[in-house]
């Protein structure tokens, strides 16, 4: 390499690192117990500030030998100069193309409703789903973190987080790239403890989160596979 380059290289990397998450479309592993459970496709789509977050969630190779069950989520949220505000979650659950359930949080003035079993959870300003968070903790890290906690919702509860680690420089050996120079950022509450891995070298985009369920004492995996490209830049 032309020694010339490198402080080029390093400005654009940090430039990236410096800008907001833009769409994008990326495919995910899912694992648990050490097992590949299958395959979550998501796409960022955001339009004057709006946007709309989805995951498409199949199993794949032998796991489809013992479940045909997938999900499809949405989140919903705006951006504003410091960080996020959540406005909706929709969750379905498909027993192969059957529809067997839904699950719905929404953003109301008198607080979050759960519309399934018509529960209300006390309105929180820095608060998210399990699916917009790792976006939350991206924009974080352009934006700055707030003063105030951050909390994650859930039908079941409502969970105040605190960031154990922050920003943190990270190797990440993956399968796909070998090792990625990333952002390691952990937050711990008292149902989850969310690990997040940031690439700064585009656009702090989440390439592993791992949620661990301390009741259930499991941990899902979201790792990239490799395939991902950004469209255009968020408003």
């Known amino acids: 390499m032309r020694y010339w380059l490198i402080p080029l290289l390093l400005w654009a990397e940090a430039a990236l690192a410096a800008s ?4 994008f479309e990326a495919t995910f592993t899912v694992t648990a117990l050490g097992l590949d459970l299958g395959t979550s496709h998501h796409t960022l789509r955001c339009k004057s500030g709006q946007c709309i977050y989805t995951a498409d969630t199949r199993p794949q190779g032998l796991a489809r030998l013992f479940t045909k069950e ?11 100069d410091d960080g996020i505000r959540w406005q909706h979650y929709l969750k379905k659950k498909f027993d192969d193309d059957r529809l067997v359930r839904t699950y719905t949080l929404v953003r109301t003035d008198r607080g979050v409703l759960y519309e399934e079993s018509r529960r209300l959870y006390p309105l929180r300003k820095n608060l998210f789903d399990a699916l917009s968070l790792p976006l939350a903790i991206s924009r974080y890290s352009h934006t700055g973190l707030p003063d105030k906690p951050i909390w994650l919702q859930d039908n079941n509860w409502q969970d105040r987080l605190t960031f154990t680690i922050k920003n943190r420089p990270q190797a990440l050996e993956t399968s796909e790239f070998n090792s990625l120079k990333t952002r390691f950022w952990q937050a711990e509450g008292a149902h989850v403890r969310v690990s997040a891995w940031l ?3 585009a656009y702090n985009l989440p390439v592993r989160v791992e949620v661990l369920n301390k009741e259930k004492g499991k941990t899902i995996t ?3 596979d490799g395939h991902y490209r950004f469209t255009h830049a968020s408003q």
Not at 20 to 23: Q, T
Not at 70 to 80: D, K, Q, T, V, Y
């Open 20 to 23: 907001p998450l833009p769409d």
């Open 70 to 80: 997938h999900f499809w989520e949405e989140s919903r949220f705006s951006l504003s």
């Open 199 to 201: 690439l700064p070298s």
């Open 222 to 224: 979201l790792q990239l």
